[in-house]
């Protein structure tokens, strides 16, 4: 099924946001089961650049869907392609604004970040302006199947979230449970690895995505590749129950 969205629409006033029904369908359900959902937001770069000129109509669409549907928050993934630093600072502001208005309705702001993409590459500059900075800089470690070079180009990235004026207590590592981009993000070794790093971090958050391996095609066309989603179950449930602090 499609995960829970809501699109910017193009001119970015976001009065009338457009959401996925599946979206609100599926907050429902998670609620009536004691589960929080934070719906992603996402749209084009002028869509949002747009909607940061005017911020004040689409904090007010978000906060009245957020107390409408009684969400836990809202997650922004926008990774556009020629974005600058100037879209990064005045997006961070808005977030920062967003934040302000969300936090009395006990409602909290997450952004996806990653390398690629220069209006969310800035971990600390979002780490201090969200919630929560879900960064995609630990998306996989290789493209191999070799534990070692997995872990290292892992360790790489990961430090990203440890760099000078990252606020660590807004960070969280985001990794794929899934072969999509190799077979290491799958080895139990590598989650054992990566998670006992995470603990001793002291990390407050651990974030995993997945694909659905029946409506996701690879860039070659074909959907050769599984989740593995299910073998982090234990290490969360130890994360959360503290059990390893």
């Known amino acids: 099924s499609a995960p829970p969205y809501i699109h910017i629409p193009e001119g970015g006033t976001a009065s009338s946001l457009k959401i996925n029904m599946g979206c609100v369908e599926m907050a429902s359900g998670l609620r009536s089961m004691g589960i929080g959902s934070e719906p992603v937001i996402?749209?084009?770069?002028?869509?949002?650049?747009?909607?940061?000129?005017?911020?004040?109509?689409?904090i007010d669409a978000i906060s009245e869907l957020v107390r409408t549907e009684q969400l836990a928050g809202v997650?922004?993934?926008?990774?556009?392609?020629?974005?600058?630093?100037?879209?990064?600072n005045k997006f961070a502001a808005y977030l920062g604004s967003l934040r302000g208005a969300l936090a009395p309705l006990g409602a909290r702001v997450t952004v996806y970040s990653n390398a690629f993409s220069q209006i969310i590459e800035n971990i600390s500059l979002f780490s201090t302006s969200s919630d929560r900075v879900l960064a995609g800089e630990t998306y996989n470690g290789g493209l191999n199947s070799q534990a070692s070079a997995g872990m290292?180009?892992?360790?790489?990235?990961?430090?990203?979230?440890?760099?000078?004026?990252?606020?660590?207590?807004?960070?969280?590592?985001?990794?794929?449970?899934?072969?999509?981009?190799?077979?290491?993000?799958?080895?139990?070794?590598?989650?054992?690895q990566r998670?006992?790093?995470?603990?001793?971090?002291?990390?407050?958050?651990?974030?995993?995505?997945?694909?659905?391996?029946?409506?996701?095609?690879t860039p070659d066309g074909s959907r050769s590749f599984t989740d593995c989603s299910n073998k982090w179950v234990?290490?969360?449930r130890r994360f959360l129950a503290g059990s390893d602090a």
């Open 195 to 217: 998670y006992r790093r995470i603990v001793a971090d002291d990390l407050r958050e651990i974030a995993i995505y997945t694909f659905d391996p029946t409506s996701w095609v």
């Open 234 to 236: 234990p290490f969360l």
């Open 42 to 58: 996402g749209g084009s770069l002028p869509a949002l650049r747009a909607m940061i000129a005017s911020p004040q109509r689409s």
């Open 152 to 192: 290292s180009g892992w360790l790489e990235n990961y430090g990203k979230l440890l760099a000078p004026g990252v606020n660590r207590d807004h960070v969280a590592p985001a990794m794929l449970a899934s072969t999509l981009r190799g077979t290491w993000n799958c080895l139990n070794s590598s989650i054992e």
């Open 75 to 88: 997650s922004w993934d926008v990774e556009p392609a020629n974005s600058t630093t100037e879209d990064a």
